[in-house]
């Protein structure tokens, strides 16, 4: 194995002509954390497959990772530092030398943190590589030695998980791989063809055996079309349909009333709360016929071995983090979590004792006047860059001027806020601010590296070493390099090591090599990792948490063992109660659900869900996964659309007080009544468009977490 000391060393082309295969994870934002193959022929990677030996992956990828190829060696592909020659924006660039574009960011750092201190420098970073040591990790400690803004980093699942800690008092679920013994199965707010396949396939197998499949999505997607039901629930109302669920539980006494007792905490609270929600009063909310939740509720809690499959869309609106809180309340009320194939699944990620603070080393953030530098939601980037600070609303502003420093250097990597972040006219205005220095690490042009001062060559997996979490399932997953970094490329561990340098950093820390990393990574002391080796995940690849198991798979709540304050499933929550917060599951409608006045004015939901073939921004600028999709459409119920006068493929445009978007309309009544649906993942510049669908989405933040709220956004559409 090449050193990773040394990543930009070309690995040595092999001798003979046979491929060699190299053990790796898939790093992108998804829950089923594949483990792969690198196929390498002549040092060159030729395929990658998925891991048949790994139970979860089975052999099985996305059509994304399975061209994989195309993106590591796409034409396009950023080889090399760039200097920006044009405008911002203008996506004009020139090669330059590594050594020049260190110099360049760190003079620009020094006379930035000498002039309005290093707080205006402002990270700003995702999960465009989950691997541990390229999330966070030598850019975490760079950050946090330099005194910089600290990013706080919600855009995608921070309100859910809110819900789970305060409920379930941790961010377990069911073992995927149980779905497959699931005799009921409820697709909650997902739609796992295009974002969690290997479910899916779990899924199916479940149906094969018998299973009723249900989906609740206000779009009929490819995995609602393949379900027994699909109940078309209006954006945002998911926490009042939990609700109707309970008092049907409670009012056919479908109840396991020992599990209640045993592992669960304000269960007589929960009970007047929702005596007065029946589905009558659901249905007013939620646009779905009484009868049909009467009858979801019914057949939930007749059957033991139900499985909830909740997702994070539900939660991208005001009253996300409660409504996830709500439903994840519901296998507690019926004991579907004594059996490995009943529960709910939204996230595993909570199951792995990871070093976090040795890898990302906040002891190194400086204090002034007892204080740690700001921390700004990355949700409210817009604002941030609007020349004020957008501090997040968990963590109070210290006193003094600290919280109108503004934003006059941000660097990005791993991420793409000019096509991610919400409100997005505001982003690209503070884009092009001629005062705002701008570092991008990508392996392409993104539509935010247009906006860049200095562009940098990123790696893909194959290019690293690298070890994975998952939020999906309970595996850790380790990732070889397979490849020499193409052209002169770097990962991000090298990347801020140079930086230190650059910036004169002396820490020891920013001489730790990536293999010592690696195996600091996780604590291998702990109980999930009792009897596992770091030799184990070398020689496989990949290795299984130690959690309680039933029937073979991990079951972590069938005897309770919830890690909450009380230890049970709180129902009622003293937590929630102590911040002045609804202690007890309730329904919080959308912040745009509110507004009698923007309702009339934009009466119609927008809802944003992932097309099949990208990955948030990611791929859409590979040819063949892009050319199935065609340019972006909005999808209109027939009633909406006669009321407007729109014929199916009439150019139109989806408009709000935020922005707008022109776009062909195509109509279909898999988008309910009142629904205006964009599969998104498009970057900007795509034919046939004009105008972005971030440009409509706001700012707000959830009731939770602090969390994006994309699907809680009202907009009209007319011809264009």
């Given amino acids: 194995m090449v050193a990773i000391e040394n990543p930009t060393e070309p690995i040595a082309a092999e001798t003979t002509t046979l491929t060699h295969i190299t053990k ?7 829950p089923d954390t594949c483990a792969l193959e690198y196929h390498v022929k002549d040092g060159v990677l030729t395929d990658v497959k998925g891991a048949i030996s790994h139970s979860v992956t089975a052999g099985v990828l996305c059509t994304k990772v399975a061209k994989y190829p195309l993106r590591t060696y796409h034409p396009t592909r950023v080889k090399t530092p760039l200097k920006r020659v044009g405008k911002k924006g203008e996506g004009k660039f020139e090669p330059i030398s590594w050594t020049e574009a260190l110099s360049t960011i760190a003079s620009n750092f020094q006379s930035i943190i000498a002039s309005d201190g290093a707080q205006a420098i402002l990270p700003y970073s995702y999960a465009g590589n989950m691997g541990l040591l390229q999330y966070a990790s030598m850019d975490r400690r760079f950050f946090h030695a330099l005194g910089a803004s600290q990013l706080d980093r919600t855009i995608c699942s921070s309100a859910g998980a809110a819900g789970l800690q305060i409920t379930l008092g941790s961010r377990l679920g069911m073992d995927v791989e149980a779905f497959a013994q699931s005799e009921l199965i409820i697709l909650w707010g997902t739609n796992p063809i295009t974002s969690n396949l290997h479910l899916w396939s779990r899924c199916q197998e479940a149906k094969r055996r018998g299973a009723k499949l249900i989906a609740i999505d206000p779009y009929r997607s490819l995995s609602a079309e393949k379900c027994h039901q699909w109940l078309p629930i209006k954006p945002g109302t998911d926490a009042a349909l939990a609700l109707a669920i309970m008092h049907v539980l409670i009012r056919e006494n479908l109840l396991d009333h020992d599990y209640i007792a045993s592992y669960t905490l304000g269960f007589d609270a929960l009970k007047l709360r929702v005596a007065d929600w029946t589905p009558e009063r659901a249905a007013g ?16 809690g007749s059957t033991k071995k139900a499985a909830i499959r909740l997702n994070y869309g539900m939660q991208r609106h005001g009253g996300g983090g409660m409504a996830v809180r709500t439903v994840s309340c519901l296998p507690a009320l019926t004991g579907a979590w004594r059996e490995a194939s009943g529960g709910a699944l939204l996230s595993t990620s909570g199951a792995y004792p990871i070093h976090s603070a040795h890898l990302e080393r906040p002891d190194l953030m400086p204090r002034v006047e007892g204080q740690l530098p700001r921390v700004i ?20 502003l210290p006193p003094g001027e600290r919280g109108t420093t503004p934003v006059k250097a941000l660097f990005v990597y791993n991420a793409n806020p000019a096509a991610v ?15 705002l220095f701008t570092v991008v690490s990508d392996l ?21 070493d690298d070890i994975n979490r998952s939020y999906g399932h309970y595996d850790i997953v380790l990732n ?13 561990t090298e990347l801020f090591r140079r930086l230190a340098k650059a910036m004169n950093l002396t820490d020891p820390c920013f ?21 596992q080796s770091f030799d184990t995940l070398e020689r496989d690849g990949f290795l299984r948490l130690n959690y309680p198991k039933k029937d073979g798979f991990i079951a972590p709540f069938m005897n309770g063992d919830f890690g909450t304050p009380s230890g049970k499933c709180e129902f009622y929550s003293e937590t929630l109660a102590a911040r002045g917060l609804d202690p007890l599951p309730c329904y919080t409608p959308p912040h745009e659900y509110d507004d009698a006045a923007l309702t009339a004015q934009f009466p119609l939901a927008l809802n944003t869900p992932p097309a099949r073939n990208f990955m948030n921004s990611t791929f859409a600028n590979i040819e063949e996964l892009a050319k199935p999709h065609g340019a972006p459409t909005v999808q209109l119920h027939p009633q909406d659309a006669a009321h407007r006068n729109i014929a199916n493929g009439a150019v139109v445009k989806v ?24 599969l998104w993942g498009h970057w900007r510049d795509h034919p046939g468009t004009e105008g972005f669908v971030n440009d409509l989405t706001s700012q707000a933040l959830t009731d939770l977490g602090g969390g994006a709220t994309f699907y809680d956004c009202r907009v009209e559409i007319s011809l264009a």
């Fill in 24 to 30: 790796g994870a898939c790093p992108h934002d998804c």
């Fill in 285 to 300: 909310i939620c646009g779905i016929c009484a009868n049909d939740i009467e009858a979801l509720a019914i057949a939930y």
């Fill in 377 to 396: 939601n990355m949700c409210e980037l817009g604002d941030a860059l609007a020349l004020r600070s957008a501090p997040s609303p968990r963590v109070p």
């Fill in 421 to 435: 972040a919400p409100d997005g006219n505001k982003v690209l205005a503070g884009l092009a601010r001629e005062d």
């Fill in 444 to 464: 392409f042009i993104t539509d935010t590296a247009r906006y860049a001062d200095i562009v940098l060559p990123a790696t893909s997996s194959p290019e690293h």
């Fill in 480 to 492: 070889r390099r397979a490849i020499a970094p193409v052209g002169e490329s770097l990962p991000n």
């Fill in 511 to 531: 001489d730790e090599t990536d293999e010592s990393m690696i195996r600091a990574s996780f604590d291998w002391t702990h109980a999930s990792l009792t009897g």
């Fill in 655 to 678: 408009f709000n007080h935020r922005g707008h978007m022109k776009l062909a309309a195509k109509i279909t009544d898999d988008t309910r009544e009142g629904v205006a649906t964009i």
